[in-house]
């Protein structure tokens, strides 16, 4: 079993960016994808981010991609996701998730961590 700890949020104002950072312990992350999701404020979970821990391979949602950056930091079993250019609407707790398939949807992974607060201010 694979224990996951997030790291990273914070208070940004608009256009700013922050790092989030997925530890894991208990094993590594061969074998599995890792994906970050959020959850904003009246809406349901959702992806944002995912890789391939194999291949690094990245996948994004659209409201991501140009903005966002997930990477892999293999000596640290961690994986990353570089925010840029943050907005108010991304603003949410954002969630890394591990499991045996790059899937957009919450239910294929049954690792999570317990989440970190990201706040924009306009």
């Known amino acids: 079993q694979v224990r996951l700890v997030e790291s990273g949020g914070g208070l940004v104002q608009a256009g700013g960016s922050l790092r989030l950072s997925c530890a894991a312990s208990?094993?590594?992350?061969?074998?599995?994808?890792v994906a970050w999701f959020r959850h904003g404020p009246g809406k349901e979970r959702a992806f944002v981010a995912g890789?391939?821990?194999?291949?690094?391979?990245?996948s994004y949602t659209d409201s991501a991609k140009g903005r966002f950056t997930i990477s892999r930091e293999r000596a640290k079993n961690t994986v990353h996701l570089q925010m840029n250019s943050l907005k108010p609407e991304d603003a949410a707790v954002y969630f890394c998730?591990?499991?045996?398939?790059?899937?957009?949807?919450?239910?294929?992974?049954?690792?999570w961590g317990q989440g970190t607060q990201v706040t924009v201010s306009s």
């Open positions: 208990g094993r590594t992350f061969s074998g599995y994808a």
């Open positions: 998730a591990a499991g045996p398939t790059l899937a957009t949807d919450p239910n294929q992974y049954p690792y």
């Open positions: 890789t391939r821990w194999s291949s690094g391979n990245p």
